[in-house]
């Protein structure tokens, strides 16, 4: 499944993106907020763990689906 471009409106708390400029991967993450009136909102980074404030005039957001996480075994 490709992912999707995406619209600072259309993004909502808990989604999972990924933030490209110039075909490469700058940020992915799990949206923690969201101000649509200014076109900015902010992620939680997966690689630093750090959060981070993104601006979708700079970058291509892509909605992502969530990682899958690993079966627990007894």
Same mark, same amino acid.
Do not use: S, Y
């Given at each position: 499944? &490709? @992912?999707?471009?995406?619209l600072t409106a259309q993004l909502? !708390?808990?989604?999972? !993106?990924e933030a490209w400029h110039n075909g490469?991967?700058?940020h992915r993450g799990r949206?923690?907020?969201?101000?649509?009136a200014l076109e900015l909102f902010w992620i939680l980074d997966a690689r630093t763990g750090t959060r981070k404030l993104l601006d979708?005039? @700079?970058? &291509?957001?892509?909605?992502?689906? @969530?990682?899958? @996480?690993p079966l627990a075994t007894a």
């Amino acid at each position: 499944m &490709e @992912a999707q471009k995406v619209l600072t409106a259309q993004l909502r !708390i808990g989604d999972q !993106i990924e933030a490209w400029h110039n075909g490469k991967l700058f940020h992915r993450g799990r949206v923690t907020d969201v101000v649509p009136a200014l076109e900015l909102f902010w992620i939680l980074d997966a690689r630093t763990g750090t959060r981070k404030l993104l601006d979708p005039e @700079a970058l &291509e957001i892509r909605h992502v689906e @969530a990682p899958v @996480a690993p079966l627990a075994t007894a």
